[in-house]
């Protein structure tokens, strides 16, 4: 079956240090999204991409940064990671093909705290 | 612009009574809405999406969800909760698909099921 993963699951880093979250999905779709989980505020949008080598900041990307070299990857990178960064990342994909009915279909998730 | 309020963050009702969780929304022209769910330490599952046509939506795990224009909301229900639905639960408004099918989020409620 087609699917989104997200590693690593859990991670522990150092403030000051870049930290690459990886996100892989195989449904071929062409929309991929980070968003950032934190309490209170719902899930908020980092960076999106609608395609190879197109990458787009959202409503939180000070400190992020996305490439895309294919498809099926989204790594998103913390270029120097802060405590104001400890959170649960989610990665996101949809198919523009479907139009109207596009719906993002989201990854388990990554725990990341900055110490 | 657009925005999306769940005005409960936290429910608790018991197993087997029916549940009604809130969301409402602001956005100009005709929204795209979404219900997601997160079980702990999970990623988010779409339980069902409203593009246009009958506003009652019928999702997986019982649940439905009612469009009402007039006040800008999207409720979701179930008639009988089970002790498996306690998770977080997210509603969300679609910026369309000629806008990239980017999401915004409610804060989330948090269900509780008592025995």
């Known amino acids: 079956d087609a699917e989104i993963t997200q590693s690593p699951r859990h991670k522990i880093t150092e403030t000051g240090r870049q930290v690459t979250l990886a996100c892989h999905q195989t449904?071929?779709?062409?929309?991929m999204f980070w968003y950032r989980q934190d309490l209170g505020h719902g899930l908020r949008l980092i960076h999106y991409s609608y395609g190879v080598q197109d990458t787009n900041k959202g409503e939180v990307s000070d400190g992020y940064s996305v490439s895309r070299s294919n498809t099926e990857d989204l790594p998103l990178t913390l270029e120097s990671a802060a405590s104001s960064q400890t959170s649960v990342y989610f990665c996101?994909?949809?198919?523009?093909?479907?139009?109207?009915?596009?719906?993002?279909?989201f990854g388990p998730g990554t725990r990341l705290l900055v110490l | 612009a657009q925005s999306v309020t769940q005005p409960d963050i936290h429910i608790t009702v018991s197993e087997g009574a029916s549940l009604e969780l809130r969301c409402n929304y602001s956005y100009g022209a005709t929204p795209y809405l979404f219900w997601y769910v997160q079980s702990p330490g999970q990623g988010l599952q779409l339980l069902l999406k409203?593009?246009?046509?009958?506003?009652l939506v019928q999702g997986i795990k019982g649940f439905e969800a009612e469009f009402k224009r007039s006040q800008s909301s999207f409720n979701l229900r179930k008639p009988s909760v089970h002790w498996s639905d306690a998770a977080e639960y997210f509603c969300a408004v679609g910026a369309g698909y000629n806008q990239g099918g980017k999401l915004i989020f409610g804060q989330g409620t948090e269900l509780s099921v008592k025995p």
């Open positions: 409203y593009f246009s046509g009958d506003t």
């Open positions: 996101a994909s949809s198919d523009p093909r479907q139009g109207r009915e596009e719906t993002q279909y």
């Open positions: 449904w071929n779709h062409n929309n």
